[in-house]
């Protein structure tokens, strides 16, 4: 279920979401699954008239708004996976020179999440002295994607799924691969035939087709300000780098390449560097069928 927390709403969840300082010209609201690490955050700005750009920033990101008219604005707002529990501002200031300007306190609940133990090939556990150069480029690659992101909102309307079977494994998932602790589990995987084709979930630009040590075959897609979309472990890309890309376009087939336990679809999202669990991101922004 989708919450919405309004400054002007009097209802008890509105009450740990709401402004510390208030703007006489400015005014939120907030929509999200959840206020938790991991979750999608929608904040919605209402502005004087004429604003010409607005800015928002906490929680030690920065977070590009866009216009939806001369006096609306959004901005997406990731809370990543590893933000503690806790009241974190959101700095939100309107206009070239600030003159309006608003803090807007987001308090972030705790979340626990699930231990998984997996079985895989010992060389993605602890890979070989000769693969350490490849496993850091493919590194330092991905983080200059998610540093570089169109300055231009790139998606429109709703969301697709990228295929139809449910997720079957949870966002954030603590992993235990061959007995050894690793990262968190940063995205959601999907039980799906090999083969099976893989749609992109909006409008965006290809910035990486590529096999990737870990991730097997790769494609992430830009979808513009911040918001990217990685699908791992394919057989096949249909696509290549600096492609655009619609909405329900394929740009590959799933596949069980990389570290992988078996055939299925891994989906990672992210919001200006911010892990976010791809189920909140079509719970926030909408989910529509693919044709």
Not at 52 to 80: H, K, M, N, Y
Not at 151 to 156: D, Q, Y
Request: glycine share 8%; aromatic share 6%; with cysteine.
């Amino acid at each position: 279920m989708l919450a919405i927390f309004s400054v002007a709403c009097a209802a008890v969840t509105a009450q740990t979401q709401a402004p510390s300082r208030v703007s006489t010209s400015i005014s939120i609201s907030v929509a999200a699954r959840a206020v938790q690490p991991g979750e999608l955050v929608l904040l919605k700005i209402k502005t004087p008239a004429n604003t010409q750009s607005v800015r928002v920033s906490g929680i030690d990101r920065e977070f590009p708004a866009f216009s939806e008219s001369p006096t609306e604005w959004r901005a997406l707002v990731g809370i990543d996976l590893d933000v503690k529990a806790g009241r974190y501002d959101l700095s939100v200031v309107a206009g070239p020179a600030g003159t309006d300007q608003m803090t807007y306190r987001l308090i972030v609940a705790p979340k626990k999440f699930a231990t998984r133990q997996l079985t895989v090939d010992p060389a993605f556990v602890n890979p070989p002295a000769e693969a350490q150069a490849r496993i850091q480029a493919d590194a330092e690659r991905l983080n200059r994607v998610w540093a570089s992101s169109s300055p231009v909102r790139l998606w429109s309307g709703k969301f697709v799924r990228p295929v139809e079977a449910p997720a079957n494994s949870a966002f954030g998932t603590r992993s235990v691969f061959n007995g050894e602790p690793r990262s968190p589990h940063g995205g959601a995987d999907f039980s799906s035939l090999p083969g099976t084709p893989v749609a992109a979930p909006n409008a965006g630009r290809i910035v990486v087709a590529a096999d990737l040590y870990f991730t097997g075959n790769t494609v992430v897609i830009d979808h513009g300000l911040g918001l990217f979309s990685l699908f791992a472990h394919l057989q096949s890309m249909d696509v290549k780098e600096g492609d655009t890309v619609v909405t329900g376009q394929v740009v590959g087939k799933v596949g069980a390449t990389g570290r992988v336990t078996g055939p299925h679809l891994h989906w990672t999202v992210r919001v200006n560097d911010a892990r976010v669990d791809p189920m909140s991101l079509l719970a926030v922004l909408g989910q529509t069928t693919r044709n």
